[in-house]
């Protein structure tokens, strides 16, 4: 699933990976919402009878951003790989609830501004809804799917300086843009 202005913006990521499944589009964040999602790409593992069995951790498929983030996508790679053939079992249910985060309430605000401006964007009213977008960014400044989403509504380009700076920003502060779960 992408968490993009539309599909268009995901369509070079989707037909580059030529998938055998649906890709799902979430502009309007409700799938993050429901999954506490704060950065991409974040998994979350869902077993077939619905159940989170490994919450919200990072993972690539590739090492396309191995520079930025220091992490090796072969290791996530193959521990899916392993789950998905039955050689890994999932997570003990309370393990998986000791490592879920759940939103603030500020948090939980910063969505609903973060929504509101992207109301405004879509009809046009551009400085209303940057408005909501600086508010929902001060109430989470650690939430990267609300910052960087509003990167591209407001003609920012989500890998330019500006993220740049807020991720040297995020770094300095010890919040790691990318944090796998612990082992």
Same mark, same amino acid.
């Given at each position: 699933?992408?968490?993009?202005?539309?599909?268009?913006?995901?369509?070079?990521?989707?037909?580059?990976?030529?998938?055998?499944?649906?890709?799902?589009?979430?502009?309007?964040?409700?799938?993050? =919402?429901?999954?506490?999602?704060?950065?991409?790409?974040? =998994?979350?593992?869902?077993?077939?009878?619905?159940?989170?069995? @490994?919450?919200?951790?990072?993972?690539?498929?590739?090492?396309?951003?191995? $520079?930025?983030?220091?992490? =090796?996508?072969?290791?996530?790679?193959?521990?899916?790989? $392993?789950?998905? !053939?039955?050689?890994?079992? /999932? %997570? /003990?249910?309370?393990?998986? @609830?000791?490592?879920?985060?759940?939103? !603030?309430?500020?948090? *939980?605000? $910063?969505? $609903?501004?973060?929504?509101?401006?992207?109301?405004?964007?879509?009809?046009?009213?551009?400085?209303?809804?940057?408005?909501?977008? =600086? @508010?929902?960014?001060?109430?989470?400044?650690?939430?990267?799917?609300?910052?960087?989403? !509003? %990167?591209?509504?407001?003609?920012?380009?989500? %890998?330019? /300086?500006?993220?740049?700076? %807020?991720?040297?920003?995020?770094?300095?502060?010890? *919040?790691?843009?990318?944090? /796998?779960?612990?082992?």
């Amino acid at each position: 699933m992408a968490v993009d202005r539309g599909a268009d913006d995901a369509r070079p990521w989707i037909d580059a990976a030529r998938p055998t499944h649906p890709s799902l589009i979430d502009p309007w964040h409700v799938v993050a =919402d429901l999954y506490n999602v704060v950065n991409v790409p974040t =998994d979350v593992w869902i077993d077939e009878r619905g159940r989170i069995v @490994r919450p919200n951790d990072v993972g690539f498929g590739t090492d396309t951003f191995r $520079a930025l983030t220091g992490l =090796d996508s072969a290791k996530h790679v193959a521990a899916i790989r $392993a789950w998905v !053939t039955g050689g890994l079992a /999932p %997570m /003990p249910d309370e393990r998986v @609830r000791a490592l879920q985060t759940l939103p !603030t309430p500020e948090a *939980q605000e $910063a969505r $609903a501004e973060f929504a509101l401006g992207r109301w405004l964007w879509e009809r046009g009213r551009a400085g209303a809804a940057a408005r909501h977008f =600086d @508010r929902a960014s001060a109430l989470a400044p650690h939430d990267f799917a609300i910052r960087r989403g !509003t %990167m591209p509504l407001r003609s920012i380009d989500p %890998m330019g /300086p500006e993220f740049r700076r %807020m991720f040297a920003e995020w770094n300095a502060a010890g *919040q790691p843009y990318y944090r /796998p779960l612990p082992e």
